[in-house]
């Protein structure tokens, strides 16, 4: 599976971004996908998860109400709406995939930068 993230930038607090995450190669019904990120200085930590077949999604507490997982059969694109910013979410989103079976993501996109200013 190849993952393309974007969508990144620059935003003040309280705004919204839409992040993308193309992915290629493979079928992807048998997978569960996600997006983490990693703050300066900090470890890589969840974000948010939706499995591509049936759409049961998972998020992390400091983002539940805010952001929304979502993706597109059609265009093979998983994507996620943040809201209502903040400054603490500054970091590097990466999107990720993983077989439905295994508890480790195996495939992940380049990142994108998400800076939020107060």
């Known amino acids: 599976v190849q993952l393309q993230a974007s969508g990144g930038g620059s935003v003040q607090a309280g705004g919204s971004l839409r992040l993308s995450c193309a992915a290629s190669?493979?079928?992807?019904?048998?997978?569960?996908m996600g997006w983490f990120r990693q703050a300066p200085g900090k470890e890589r930590e969840f974000v948010a998860q939706?499995?591509?077949?049936?759409?049961?999604?998972y998020y992390a507490d400091s983002v539940k109400g805010r952001f929304t997982i979502s993706r597109d059969y059609a265009k093979n694109t998983l994507y996620l709406q943040m809201s209502s910013l903040k400054p603490e979410d500054t970091a590097v989103y990466y999107c990720?995939?993983?077989?439905?079976?295994?508890?480790?993501?195996?495939?992940w996109g380049q990142g994108t930068l998400v800076t939020v200013s107060s």
């Open positions: 190669g493979r079928t992807l019904s048998s997978y569960a």
């Open positions: 990720g995939a993983r077989y439905v079976r295994s508890t480790e993501y195996q495939y």
């Open positions: 939706i499995r591509w077949s049936g759409g049961t999604t």
